[in-house]
């Protein structure tokens, strides 16, 4: 098996060495590309003075599913593995993904988080749409066949969130197999903030009706579960209102966003589904275009 690792990075310096040196220790002689997005943290220089990087691919876009498609137009491997910039794999990681990509197409693992209580981790998590049972993949940490890859085109460069969640359904579609394996496992901290940031609640809603109609159309189904989603978010903010953590300004403001985010994710989703009608389902993947990298260094 020839793996190629894939790290998109963005400002992020210090944790990108933590990541790589990991890889180093625990996968060593593999293909470790490293693509970043437009850091201003000297990221650049650290990476180009490292002897463990097969290559560094500059880009000047800060979308992440940009990165992930500029890191595999360059990678040669047959096991193309993504890995986020501020985790570390642990020993057994590679071993456990040669075991898995061995009997599916895509393997992944959990995420185990640092805390001052403990630690916690993730579980496999699927649901069935449409007939379709979707097994959700860890995007922080997965490895997939390169024919996957390229029968999907890659990732949904129209999405600034929820990219594997897209490509789970369009690999339900194709029947491909996610397998879930715990010993496939990369460790992280929470930082003071305990892990929790802001939610971009247009962009959440957005990215969801865009992917659920862009793979199923404007079905019953679509429409409901978008309904529930939102129901159940707008419960959880009047509890929040209740108990005077949230200003009720700040729910109404956050219902607005969910409104229009649900109406430009469905336009475009539409859209999107009509403009490839093939199982990729990625009018907006890797082969849309070719300008991503603004610099390549190569050293393999």
């Given at each position: 098996?020839?793996?190629?690792?894939?790290?998109?990075?963005?400002?992020?310096?210090?944790?990108?060495?933590?990541?790589?040196?990991?890889?180093?220790?625990?996968?060593?002689?593999?293909?470790?590309?490293?693509?970043?997005?437009?850091?201003?943290?000297?990221?650049?220089?650290?990476?180009?003075?490292?002897?463990?990087?097969?290559?560094?691919?500059?880009?000047?876009?800060?979308?992440?599913?940009?990165?992930?498609?500029?890191?595999?137009?360059?990678?040669?491997?047959?096991?193309?593995?993504?890995?986020?910039?501020?985790?570390?794999?642990?020993?057994?990681?590679?071993?456990?993904?040669?075991?898995g990509i061995e009997t599916a197409d895509v393997?992944?693992?959990?995420?185990?988080?640092?805390?001052?209580?403990?630690?916690?981790?993730?579980?496999?998590?699927?649901?069935?749409?449409?007939?379709?049972?979707?097994?959700?993949?860890?995007?922080?940490?997965?490895?997939?066949?390169?024919?996957?890859?390229?029968?999907?085109?890659?990732?949904?460069?129209?999405?600034?969130?929820?990219?594997?969640?897209?490509?789970?359904?369009?690999?339900?579609?194709?029947?491909?197999?996610?397998?879930?394996?715990?010993?496939?496992?990369?460790?992280?901290?929470?930082?003071?903030?305990?892990?929790?940031?802001?939610?971009?609640?247009?962009?959440?809603?957005?990215?969801?009706?865009?992917?659920?109609?862009?793979?199923?159309?404007?079905?019953?189904?679509?429409?409901?579960?978008?309904?529930?989603?939102?129901?159940?978010?707008?419960?959880?903010?009047?509890?929040?209102?209740?108990?005077?953590?949230?200003?009720?300004?700040?729910?109404?403001?956050?219902?607005?966003?969910?409104?229009?985010?649900?109406?430009?994710?469905?336009k475009d989703g539409i859209r999107a589904r009509?403009?490839?009608?093939?199982?990729?389902?990625?009018?907006?993947?890797?082969?849309?275009?070719?300008?991503?990298?603004?610099?390549?260094?190569?050293?393999?």
């Open positions: 098996m020839d793996l190629s690792v894939v790290v998109p990075t963005l400002n992020g310096r210090e944790r990108l060495a933590s990541c790589l040196d990991a890889l180093a220790e625990h996968v060593p002689d593999t293909e470790v590309i490293v693509v970043n997005g437009p850091s201003s943290d000297g990221t650049t220089g650290m990476v180009r003075d490292r002897d463990d990087v097969s290559l560094l691919v500059e880009i000047a876009d800060r979308r992440l599913n940009v990165a992930r498609n500029a890191g595999l137009d360059r990678a040669s491997g047959d096991v193309i593995a993504f890995l986020n910039h501020e985790l570390a794999v642990e020993p057994d990681w590679r071993a456990a993904l040669e075991a393997v992944t693992g959990p995420t185990h988080q640092e805390l001052k209580a403990g630690m916690t981790t993730e579980s496999v998590e699927s649901t069935t749409i449409k007939g379709r049972t979707v097994t959700y993949f860890n995007g922080d940490n997965a490895a997939f066949s390169r024919p996957v890859l390229d029968a999907i085109d890659g990732f949904d460069e129209y999405l600034r969130t929820g990219g594997a969640r897209d490509v789970a359904h369009r690999l339900a579609d194709q029947d491909y197999e996610v397998a879930w394996r715990g010993d496939m496992s990369v460790r992280g901290e929470y930082g003071t903030d305990g892990g929790v940031t802001d939610t971009d609640w247009r962009w959440k809603y957005r990215a969801l009706a865009y992917r659920l109609s862009k793979n199923y159309g404007l079905r019953p189904t679509v429409v409901r579960r978008l309904v529930g989603h939102a129901a159940r978010d707008a419960g959880g903010g009047l509890r929040a209102v209740a108990g005077g953590s949230v200003e009720p300004s700040e729910w109404f403001g956050n219902g607005r966003d969910v409104v229009a985010g649900l109406g430009i994710g469905l009509w403009r490839d009608r093939t199982e990729a389902r990625n009018p907006n993947g890797r082969t849309d275009r070719t300008d991503r990298a603004v610099s390549v260094y190569d050293w393999r």
